[in-house]
């Protein structure tokens, strides 16, 4: 079993970045691979960055590409998203979740969930 706490939202202003960051319990935290999601109030869940178990490969959604970096410190079982350059619409509650054996954007194939985190940003 392995629980994840998300932490670093917050309100920001457009144009601003912010750094949430998500910690697991647990020893085998190297063993997962892992991912942000976030919610818009009214809307589906949608991906917005995975990370491969050793960190070695990253994938991101179209939308955030070039502004939002996933990476991981598996030493400190933590996986960071570093938001740059946002924008009112990445307003949502953010997820991350973590997989056994998928690396990818759906979110059904993950196994385990934080409690989410909330994001909004002003213009």
């Known amino acids: 079993q392995v629980q994840l706490v998300e932490s670093g939202g917050g309100l920001v202003q457009a144009g601003g970045s912010l750094r949430l960051s998500c910690t697991a319990s647990?020893?085998?935290?190297?063993?997962?691979?892992m991912g942000w999601f976030r919610q818009a109030p009214g809307k589906e869940r949608e991906f917005v960055a995975a990370?491969?178990?050793?960190?070695?490969?990253?994938y991101y959604a179209n939308s955030v590409k070039g502004r939002f970096t996933i990476s991981r410190d598996n030493a400190k079982n933590t996986v960071y998203l570093q938001m740059n350059s946002l924008k009112p619409e990445d307003t949502a509650v953010y997820y991350c979740?973590?997989?056994?054996?998928?690396?990818?954007?759906?979110?059904?194939?993950?196994?385990?969930w934080g409690q989410g985190t909330q994001v909004t940003v002003w213009s």
């Open positions: 979740a973590g997989s056994l054996g998928y690396y990818g954007d759906n979110g059904g194939a993950y196994n385990y």
């Open positions: 647990g020893r085998t935290f190297s063993s997962y691979a």
């Open positions: 990370i491969s178990r050793s960190g070695g490969n990253t």
